[in-house]
Structures are given as C-alpha cells and as structure tokens.
C-alpha cells in the first residue's frame, strides 16, 4: 500500500469512528472501533499523518494520573 492510499483509508475509518445518527450516538460503539496501526521505517511520517487526521488532546485538568479528581483515600 503507498502512502497516499494509507492517508485515505486513515481518513475513512477516522470518519466512520466518528460518525454519529440521528440520537447523537456513535454510528460504530466504541467497544467495536480497532485501534489503528501504522507500521513503517522512520520518517515517513506516520506521526505527522495520525497528527492531521487527528490532533493529539490537552492534558486533562481532573481525573487523570497527574490532576486526580478526588484525593486518595488509604
């Protein structure tokens, strides 16, 4: 597969993952959806690819490992 053709299918299943109907919910459960790997020699840009389709998070402000919602309780 050359790169343009991985670019379009990267593109499709991200767009399917994300497609919702009509109630709002996700057209594809998330318990369905596979992960998406990317397998190549270095710098061919499979980073910058997954960047473009989809832009990595802000770090959350609660609840995750370094922002606990709640404080430990022993």
Do not use: C, F, W
Request: proline share 14%; hydrophobic share 35%.
């Amino acid at each position: 597969m050359n790169i343009k053709r991985a670019k379009e299918e990267i593109e499709h299943t991200v767009k399917a993952y994300l497609a919702k109907d009509a109630l709002g919910e996700y057209a594809i459960p998330a318990i369905r959806q596979r992960p998406i790997l990317l397998m190549g020699p270095p710098g061919i840009g499979k980073t910058q690819v997954m960047e473009h389709h989809h832009p990595p998070h802000p770090p959350e402000r609660r609840g995750s490992a370094l922002y606990p919602a709640a404080p430990l309780r022993r």
